[in-house]
């Protein structure tokens, strides 16, 4: 007896460690239950919401990417595994056996060999413990559903990307497909978001004001060739009378009405609004994320040689963030020496050597599922130049004016606005631009987006409400063979800060990362413990 009670406490004990190695620290149970409620209040009655989960993606032959869960899924029932449904109904609904329910999740089928594989599985019962939902059930049993989505006045759905592969039995391709057929869901009855959002453009704004949506045509039709072929803004745009615009704006009025009880839009713009404040439980987990990221750019100061390469610089970065446990990069990480800095998107990260460059580096922990964005610019060799300096002086300052109107009320677009007129003074002052008004391509981008699950949150950018968190991100790119001087050329800078809008004022919650040139280049002549990390040089 005294064996078999050691040994039960034996297991205890080992049960519990075990427990204690993994995360404890992601959103509870709570917090997305109390997102489904606030969805529903938001749905009227006799309507029905479906939300999917990603699916598994190809990376090549038998490898698939690592699973990374739709944000909006996420964010309603805590489920981070691949091929769930999520379906809210607005009214409670009852089963075969007289239980009442009004949210079912659907998720993947335990299955030993695959988990075995692949690693464990929530389950029914995993969902119904860990996640806190009453109705759970196997993906497979919505394929079999009797639910009658034809029978509710609304159903709500995300547009279909449809960028998934048929892996077979419940898999999220099957979900989707089943669900379409069920639903009657026909794609050629909608619009696409663009063909939408002018659309609502047209019948919104006043016939005098016409101009100004014939402007936003013009600048979406670039990329958007399905407003080129689009016989009612076609006509619009073309039409050479009042009378007549009127005519295809009543026609285009016509044509937003649903045709459908599907709706592609309630879903998208009321996440939106859910996402953009964030509770207290998001900011506590998006401020380590943010921390952690700010980290990593203090560690790559005190590191960074000109012998690096961008790769590596990557990678000092990367095992800071695993070092505190974020799972993943946030996006791909963006390291550009020179005049790799002046692209703006640039991930290659492939230069052997930064050299004396200045080196743009631009990343972000994700941490539980929150992403945090951070830039900073220092030069490779540990001292600005003289043009460096004068550079990066006029984005710190353009940064420090936008960051101080982040303010409850305040307009979204003021800091944009703001700092684009500090830059574009700068700019002059320094003779690189002909006047404060010329139109130029050396800061191409806004300063602020959302930052939550996704780095670029979803949000309605009218003004700025308390726990909101946004960036603040000016820039200079001056990119060789620019039209001026070429000491000029190649310098690319971009300063991100992460900002906290409180009653209080705005807070950086980067602001552990060094900004002025003064403090970078003393952070940069700290000792790292790098320095002697040296491995074995395999070319020899």
């Known amino acids: 007896m005294k064996s078999l009670k050691f040994l039960f406490i034996l297991f205890i004990t080992i049960s519990l460690n075990y427990q204690a190695q993994t995360p404890t620290d992601f959103l509870s149970k709570e917090f997305h239950k109390e997102r489904r409620e606030l969805l529903r209040s938001k749905m009227p009655k006799n309507s029905v919401t479906v939300v999917f989960a990603n699916p598994l993606r190809n990376r090549a032959n038998d490898v698939d990417y690592v699973f990374h869960q739709d944000p909006n899924f996420y964010y309603l029932t805590g489920y981070r595994e691949p091929n769930g449904v999520l379906v809210l109904f607005s009214d409670n609904q009852t089963d075969e056996e007289g239980n009442s329910y009004n949210e079912i999740l659907y998720v993947q089928e335990r299955d030993e060999r695959a988990e075995q594989w692949n690693g464990k ?3 029914v019962e995993g969902a119904k413990k860990e996640l806190g939902f009453k109705m759970a059930m196997n993906a497979s049993e919505f394929l079999k559903s009797n ?19 048929d892996l077979g039995g419940a898999d999220v391709f099957n979900l989707v497909k089943n669900f379409k057929m069920k639903a009657g869901y026909d794609p050629s009855l909608y619009l696409s978001r663009v063909q939408e959002y002018v659309y609502n453009n047209i019948a919104e704004t006043p016939i005098e ?5 014939i402007n936003i045509i013009d600048r979406l039709a670039s990329r958007a060739p399905e407003i080129n072929n689009d016989e009612l803004i076609k006509g619009y745009k073309s039409a050479t009378t ?17 045709k459908t009880n599907i709706d592609l839009t309630f879903l998208s713009a ?3 609004t859910m996402r953009e404040v964030k509770t207290a439980a998001e900011v506590k987990l998006i401020t380590k994320a943010v921390r952690i990221s700010a980290v990593g750019q203090i560690e790559v100061m005190k590191a960074m040689k000109p012998h690096m390469s961008e790769t590596e610089l ?27 800095g002046c692209i703006l998107h640039y991930i290659e990260n492939n230069q052997t050597k930064v050299g004396n460059d200045l ?8 941490y539980r599922g929150y992403t945090a964005d951070v830039t900073r610019t220092i030069p490779a060799n540990g001292k600005f130049t003289k043009e460096q300096k004068q550079i990066y002086d006029i984005v710190y300052d353009a940064q420090e004016v936008g960051i101080a109107l982040y303010k409850i009320g305040a307009g979204m677009s003021a800091p944009n606005l703001a700092a684009r007129k500090i830059v574009n003074e700068g700019l002059y002052k320094l003779g690189i631009i002909k006047s404060v008004d010329e139109r130029h391509n050396y800061f191409p981008h806004g ?11 979803p949000g309605n950018y009218r003004n700025f409400e308390e726990n909101m968190i946004v960036t603040m991100e000016p820039g200079i790119y001056i990119p060789d063979g620019s039209p001026c001087d070429k000491k000029w050329w190649g310098i690319g800078i971009r300063i991100e800060d992460d900002i906290l809008v409180t009653k209080n004022g705005p807070v950086n919650l980067s602001a552990e990362a060094p900004r002025t040139t003064e403090a970078i280049e003393k952070m940069m002549a700290k000792k790292s413990v790098l320095d002697d990390f040296l491995l074995p040089d395999l070319d020899k």
């Open 121 to 123: 599985r929530l389950g």
């Open 147 to 165: 639910i009658d989505f034809k029978s509710f006045d609304k159903v709500y759905i995300e547009k279909f990307n449809d960028d998934y592969r």
């Open 209 to 213: 004001s016409s101009a100004n949506v």
């Open 242 to 258: 009042d009378e007549l615009k009127k005519e295809y704006q009543q026609k285009i009025s016509l044509a937003l009405k649903p």
């Open 270 to 272: 009321n996440m939106a």
């Open 314 to 340: 990557q990678g000092i970065h990367e095992f800071v963030y695993k070092k505190y446990g974020a799972e993943y990069e946030g996006y791909p990480s963006i390291v550009g020496a020179g005049n790799n």
């Open 359 to 366: 080196v743009l580096m631009d990343l972000g922990a994700e």
């Open 447 to 457: 300063t602020s987006h959302h930052i939550g699950l996704d780095v670029h949150d």
